[in-house]
């Protein structure tokens, strides 16, 4: 099945500055590649989503990029405010959805 | 519209006890989903179900299992719970199930086993 690897485990970053998250796939075949936000004590939210038929896709200070080629895709944020604070997890989808591990994001003020 | 809901929030189970968590959407989706979350792990698929009476297994099945009388239930049950379970539970669901569709989350149970 789909294997999802994400990095960094963990970001630190100043607010106003950007955050990068990268995650690679295994399977060639995935096609929806979607981010969720989650909030201490919340269920994951979808904050963004691209396919495989796009290589970006922005929304305000958030984008994401594919490589379907290498199989890796990041988010990025730009102008990181302190309410970006939260575990960002990656997602392949082929069939089910494979999650990555998370990666918990601190801006600080 | 009060999207996804779980009941309960939190539970604590000794070794060998049964249970049975409940998730429940109004938002008419075919699809629905059980997650556990691990520290390190992301989230893993225990089972889905593709419509009302349908169940198939996920990843992690093994331990629990599910029921779908009700299109806007999905009841995720363990037989006799053991301290690996000790996590915590999602419940998902969406208008469709092939890829490049939102999965809207619950917010989680919390379940310990001593």
């Known amino acids: 099945g789909e294997n999802v690897e994400q990095h960094p485990s963990t970001l630190s970053v100043q607010e106003g500055d950007s955050a990068v998250i990268k995650c690679t796939y295994s399977d060639s075949a995935s096609n929806y590649f979607p981010w969720y936000k989650q909030e201490l004590g919340k269920g994951p939210q979808l904050i963004i989503d691209i396919r495989s038929n796009v290589g970006e896709k922005k929304d305000q200070r958030i984008a994401v990029t594919l490589n379907k080629t290498a199989k890796h895709f990041s988010l990025h944020i730009t102008e990181t405010q302190p309410e970006d604070s939260a575990v960002y997890f990656c997602?392949?989808?082929?069939?089910?959805?494979?999650f990555g591990a998370g990666t918990r994001l601190t801006v600080k003020p | 519209n009060a999207g996804v809901t779980q009941t309960p929030k939190f539970r604590v189970l000794k070794t060998g006890q049964s249970m049975t968590l409940l998730c429940a959407q109004d938002?008419?989706?075919?699809?629905m989903y059980w997650y556990r979350q691990d520290p390190g792990m992301g989230l893993r698929l225990i089972h889905y179900s593709v419509g009302e009476g349908t169940t198939a297994k996920g990843e992690v099945p093994d331990g629990y299992n599910v029921s779908r009388l009700k299109k806007q239930n999905f009841l995720l049950g363990l037989e006799s719970a053991a301290p690996s379970q000790t996590s915590v539970y999602f419940c998902?669901?969406?208008?469709?199930?092939?890829?490049?569709?939102?999965?809207?989350f619950g917010p989680g149970t919390r379940l310990t086993v001593t």
């Open positions: 938002m008419n989706h075919e699809y």
């Open positions: 998902a669901s969406t208008g469709y199930g092939l890829p490049g569709y939102e999965q809207y």
């Open positions: 997602a392949a989808t082929l069939g089910d959805m494979r």
